[in-house]
């Protein structure tokens, strides 16, 4: 069973940085397109940022776009999102998902796994 574990979360002033990694237990998942999304309390999960198999293809949300960067390493199996400039509104529970296809959706529907989620909290 393909097991995503995010990690890297956490509590951070304005304008600090963090780096999360979001680790696949399946090398297969190395030809699939990965997105991270977030959900903050009372809001509707969001898409940020996606990646297509080989990084040849981005989206970042408006909302992150210029601050955060999404990146992969598939020799490590792993997914990344750096986010810098970080503000309170980026507050939330964020999210690796993967695809069943190479390309990127733009809709939490088209992402068949999904990891556990990590905290991030942002302090003004």
């Known amino acids: 069973q393909v097991q995503l574990v995010e990690s890297g979360g956490g509590l951070v002033q304005a304008g600090g940085s963090l780096r999360l990694s979001c680790a696949a237990s399946e090398r297969t998942l190395n030809y699939n397109a990965m997105g991270w999304f977030r959900q903050a309390p009372g809001k509707e999960r969001e898409l940020i940022a996606a990646?297509?198999?080989?990084?040849?293809?981005?989206y970042h949300a408006d909302s992150v776009k210029a601050r955060f960067t999404i990146s992969r390493d598939n020799a490590k199996n792993t997914v990344y999102l750096q986010m810098n400039s970080l503000k309170p509104e980026d507050t939330a529970v964020y999210y690796c998902a993967a695809r069943m296809t190479q390309y990127i959706s733009y809709s939490s529907a088209g992402y068949a796994y999904w990891g556990q989620g990590t905290q991030v909290t942002v302090s003004s």
């Open positions: 990646i297509n198999w080989n990084g040849g293809a981005k």
